[in-house]
Nanobody
């Protein structure tokens, strides 16, 4: 599966953005899909993830209550709705897929296909 991430941009603190991860070549329905982010000088972290088998969603503590992951099967796209954005959310955001239904709570190494990343900048 090939992934295309989009939707990043510059937003003020407290604002919202919706990221999209569009799949091609295969249906995303059979994949666990995760959103990750990497800020300059920091390690990549998993932000949110939706499980392949039952669409159960996982979110990092730092974004719980603010970010929501969702899947649109018809559009073969997974979204990350980000509300109440903070400057510390500034990073390049990547989506990735795994055939492993336990990948959302497992190692990043379980994610085999990665999108190209989209920049999110939260600043006044």
């Amino acid at each position: 599966v090939q992934l295309q991430a989009s939707g990043g941009g510059l937003v003020q603190p407290g604002g919202s953005l919706k990221l999209s991860c569009a799949g091609s070549g295969s249906s995303l329905r059979g994949y666990s899909v995760g959103w990750f982010r990497q800020a300059p000088g920091k390690e990549r972290e998993r932000v949110s993830c939706v499980r392949a088998s039952n669409n159960m969603a996982y979110s990092a503590d730092s974004v719980k209550g603010r970010f929501t992951i969702s899947r649109d099967v018809a559009k073969n796209t997974v979204y990350l709705q980000m509300n109440n954005l903070k400057p510390e959310d500034t990073a390049v955001y990547y989506c990735a897929t795994s055939r492993n239904i336990y990948a959302c709570s497992g190692s990043e190494d379980l994610f085999a296909s990665w999108g190209q990343g989209t920049q999110v900048t939260v600043s006044s």
